[in-house]
């Protein structure tokens, strides 16, 4: 019943950048704490980017702070990550998730109750 899709993803050269976009659906009304995770090939998936449900706070893993900015538009629904300065080390299938029990997204996958399928992202050097 609920759904998460992302999209953006692509081929960026180094130094390039890229906006994702994960749009919800079936959230029962509510907004929701949203977080954007990565897993590259032969690793684990790691957190990303976290957003409050009003969108006041944010949060970032130290490997894209400074260089990655999350943010949502309530009223269409959507969180959208904007990816600066990518580097090759950024390649990596990227998920959206949404967390129904607190208000800002924590760092820990498990905390996430809904996924998207991912969209991939690819950083030539």
């Known amino acids: 019943q609920v759904q998460l899709v992302e999209s953006g993803g692509g081929l960026v050269q180094a130094g390039g950048s890229l906006r994702l976009s994960c749009a919800a659906s079936?959230?029962?009304?509510?907004?929701?704490?949203i977080g954007w995770f990565r897993q590259a090939p032969g690793k684990e998936r790691e957190f990303v980017a976290a957003i409050s449900r009003s969108g006041s706070i944010t949060r970032y893993a130290d490997s894209v702070k400074g260089r990655f900015t999350i943010s949502r538009d309530n009223s269409k629904s959507t969180v959208f990550l904007q990816m600066n300065n990518l580097k090759p080390e950024d390649t990596a299938v990227y998920y959206c998730?949404?967390?129904?029990?607190?208000?800002?997204?924590?760092?820990?996958?498990?905390?996430?109750?809904?996924w998207g399928q991912g969209t991939q992202v690819t950083v030539s050097s």
């Open positions: 079936g959230l029962a009304g509510s907004s929701y704490a």
């Open positions: 998730a949404a967390d129904r029990d607190t208000a800002v997204g924590g760092t820990y996958l498990n905390n996430y109750d809904y």
